[in-house]
């Protein structure tokens, strides 16, 4: 009279297959064409919605800004919806760079500059983008100039990008070429470097 003891918290083997045979159908229909791929186009759509409302959030220190800094920045953008913005590039003069040197070291300032705004601060390069993306180049004399002004530009919100220049040609591979203040509205740039001559 001995017999099997089954668990009533089990199911049975008949009820077992039942449930494979649900999760089996379920699988199928929803892994239909006609069903993934609309899913997959809306998640896409959603998924670029949100990453273009949200400035994206960086705890990390980067390139010399910290948090501070980017809240005061993205603060200052916001402040500039009704201002015509610039930027302003400032060439070191005692490097006697030439022409097409200058020409392009200020090119990588300004997509040096765009790319950095392209991480955290869309609004203001969007802002600066349907002011037609003034730039004014000017001079200062040396680099200590330059780390003033750059100084003088951080310390008001106005963001900065500095270049580097990698020593393939005219100037020593390290050197410190360009600056590139803003964009910010033409008087904060102004207090800036509204004082250097024009190249």
Known sequence: MLGSFRNPSQPSKKQQQQQQKQEREWFAVSFKPENFIPGLIIGFIFGLFLDLTKPTK?????NGYILGKEHQQQRAASNYSDEELKMVLVVRQD???GAGKIASQCAHAATGMYSELMQGQRSLLRQWELCGQPKIVVTCKNQQEMNRLKEAAESIGLPTFVVADAGRTQVLSGSKTVLAIGP?????VDSVSGKLRLL
């Open 184 to 188: 910010g509205s033409k008087a904060s």
């Open 58 to 62: 960086n705890n990390t220190k980067r």
């Open 95 to 97: 490097l006697k760079m």
